[in-house]
């Protein structure tokens, strides 16, 4: 068995993620400007600009940025005072139903999309309910939901629609930034996302009423005369983490292009392995974000992961097992999909920094077991 020592490039652990980061002159050449000011939060001018920068590379007309992107799910709920079930999917991270019960509604799952991996449209209306105020897709990995077939049934039962599009950044729908879709779309800037501020998130509404109304709960409900005019909170962006955000934008194309290549390396390099399968982008563009690899069993998965651990290599079991089974915090339901799916796939290796020596050690590896 080939392991580390006598692979000349490996020379260091390789993780599933690490952030992509900006020169560290580049980001403290911005802090000097929050020292000079001595503004370090409070929907300062860096967050400001931060914003004004994103809309502008996303195309985006409005957006909120947050303190994490699970603040930024629940300040979505609150702000439109969803009350009751909210169907949603159970191939996800906690954080989707954290935010959900943290916000006083009651998750109800919908099983997923073998191929897409996202919430499966078509079983949504069985699972609809007179307490059902809304709906939750998560575009799981970067990869598009089923948007035409949701908003219709949306519709249809006179439900909104909250996109968890944690992983989305750069993910589009009919050539759009997939961040515009729904009532309201909510997504993640932590360390592990394509585009990071080290933890952080954002809130995205098309409807300027709720965009105002985002912004006010943000910071305690006040308005701009700081009157308090709604039940807010504090779900800030600081100036430093904004200083970050402002310093790894700038390679953001440059990030998204370098994935999007290693990513089809990746697929051209292990399409001949008949026993393994990706997730299958039908509904816009994905953004790279992950790479997932679907075995035929979890023996398979557990073999595979056990001989790139012995070469330092440590992809992750996203999403295991399916959230549905937490059974110390949510009512046992079976959702045999997710369950099947959560337990054969693994994220291999995917960031900027990893090297193409570093990718084809990885499926050398895999190719051999
Ligand atoms: N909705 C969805 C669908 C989400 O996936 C998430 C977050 C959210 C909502 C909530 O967004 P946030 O509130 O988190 O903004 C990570 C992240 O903590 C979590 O943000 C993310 N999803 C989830 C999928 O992954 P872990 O426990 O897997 O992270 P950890 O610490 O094991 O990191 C993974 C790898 O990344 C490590 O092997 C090394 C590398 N890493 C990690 C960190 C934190 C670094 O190189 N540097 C770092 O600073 O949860």
New binding site residues.
């Given amino acids: 068995m080939k392991t580390l020592e006598n692979h000349p490039v490996i020379n260091k652990p390789v993780?599933?993620?690490?952030?992509s980061l900006a020169p560290l002159e580049e980001y403290t050449e911005i802090l000097k400007g929050v020292w000079e000011r001595g503004i370090l939060t409070h929907n300062g001018p860096l967050v400001q600009q931060f914003e004004k920068e994103l809309c502008s590379t996303l195309n985006l007309k409005n957006i909120v940025a947050v303190s994490?992107?699970?603040i930024a799910?629940q300040m979505a709920i609150k702000t439109l005072g969803l009350k009751g079930e909210i169907i949603t999917s159970p191939f996800?991270?906690i954080?989707?139903i954290s935010a959900i019960m943290w916000e006083g509604c009651t998750p109800v799952f919908v099983d997923i999309d073998p191929g897409t991996l996202n919430i499966d449209p078509q079983k949504v209306e069985e699972k609809i309910t007179n307490k059902t105020c809304a709906i939750m897709p998560?575009h799981v990995f970067g990869n598009p939901c089923d948007i035409n077939e949701i908003n219709k049934i949306a519709e249809q039962n006179n439900l909104k629609v909250i996109y968890?599009a944690?992983?989305a950044v750069g993910s589009t729908f009919d050539g759009k930034s997939i961040l515009e879709q729904g009532d309201i779309s909510a997504t993640?800037f932590?360390?592990?996302k394509l585009l990071n501020t080290a933890?952080g998130?954002a809130v995205i509404s098309n409807n300027l009423d709720l965009h105002d109304s985002l912004k006010r709960i943000r910071f305690f409900g006040h308005d701009n005369n700081k009157d308090i005019v709604e039940e807010g909170f504090n779900g800030k962006m600081t100036e430093v983490h904004a200083a970050l955000g402002l310093a790894n934008l700038k390679y953001y194309s440059e990030v998204l292009e370098d994935r999007k290549n290693k990513y089809n390396y990746y697929i051209d390099n292990l399409s001949e392995i008949e026993t393994i399968r990706f997730q299958e982008i039908k509904h816009g563009k994905t953004n790279y974000s992950y790479f997932p690899v679907i075995f035929e069993s979890e023996e398979k998965l557990l073999e595979t992961m056990s001989v790139l651990n012995q070469n330092k290599i440590?992809p992750?079991r996203?999403f295991y097992p399916s959230v549905n089974t937490y059974n110390k915090i949510l009512p046992s339901v079976k959702l045999p999909v997710s369950e099947d799916i959560s337990k054969r796939i693994l994220c291999l290796p995917l960031y900027h920094k990893l090297l193409y020596e570093e990718i084809d050690m990885i499926i050398e590896l895999v190719k051999k077991i």
């Fill in positions: 993780y599933v993620t690490m952030p994490n992107g699970t799910i996800t991270w954080a989707t998560i968890d944690a992983h993640s932590h360390a592990t933890e998130g440590f992750r996203y």
